[in-house]
């Protein structure tokens, strides 16, 4: 069965810190990868994604998620945090001929000043 | 930006009642999709539709549910009677294309109170 799994219900980080937040997936085949975004009381605003190629792969907002096969992980990371960045952040995954979106339990991302 | 609008934001419904939500998709995007997030739960796919037809639905999507494009903008998720475990966020999302590169934009979300 496909899943998703986000280890950390809060992480929490000071600005101008680097951010990582954790992913792990399972699925039958080539996995398409997805990170979202959402903040209060809005819907789920898409950052990045990872189809094929590079493993490290550059969304919006300076985000970015590296995607290791073998350890079935696509972490997003940002070199430096800023408050605004505070939010709730979900991975997401797709199987090939499937339209569905597997998505995980959600982060919740607390950025310091 | 272009966005993906639903109405109404927060819907309150008597239990046994018919609900209709309603979504504006992105203009120029071929295939739809509803989610919902009962609270304190992940995410869940409900249905894919594209060229007027169900491409995909999951096992929630019975027969008590159904999708409908009205018009050339519109794109609506009815609930014929309502459950009290119906009470969820419901996402409406589209996507230009329907291949698994293909990143699905969401819409604010439609609150629903089933009373």
């Known amino acids: 069965a496909q899943s998703v799994a986000q280890p950390e219900d809060q992480v929490n980080v000071a600005e101008g810190n680097p951010l990582t937040v954790k992913c792990t997936y399972s699925v039958s085949g080539n996995p398409y990868l997805f990170w979202y975004v959402q903040y209060p009381n809005r819907g789920l605003q898409f950052l990045l994604k990872y189809i094929t190629g590079d493993n490290l792969v550059k969304g919006s907002y300076g985000f970015e998620a590296e995607f290791n096969k073998s350890q079935t992980s696509f972490h997003l990371k940002k070199p430096s945090a800023l408050v605004s960045d505070s939010a709730l952040y979900f991975c997401a995954v797709r199987r090939g001929g499937s339209y569905k979106l597997i998505f995980g339990s959600g982060t919740r991302l607390l950025v310091r000043p | 930006e272009p966005e993906v609008t639903q109405t109404p934001s927060h819907q309150v419904t008597q239990m046994g009642q018919e609900v209709i939500l309603r979504c504006v998709p992105i203009s120029n995007h071929l295939y739809f999709y509803w989610y919902r997030q009962i609270l304190g739960q992940k995410v869940e796919f409900l249905v894919s539709?594209?060229?007027?037809?169900?491409?995909?639905k999951s096992e929630i999507f019975d027969d008590q549910f159904s999708v409908e494009r009205p018009d050339g903008s519109n794109f609506t998720l009815k609930i014929r009677s309502t459950k009290l475990e119906d009470s969820a966020m419901y996402f409406c999302?589209?996507?230009?294309?329907?291949?698994?590169?293909?990143?699905?934009?969401f819409g604010d979300g439609t609150r629903l109170s089933i009373l």
């Open positions: 999302a589209s996507s230009e294309e329907g291949g698994q590169g293909q990143p699905q934009h």
């Open positions: 539709f594209y060229n007027n037809e169900i491409s995909e």
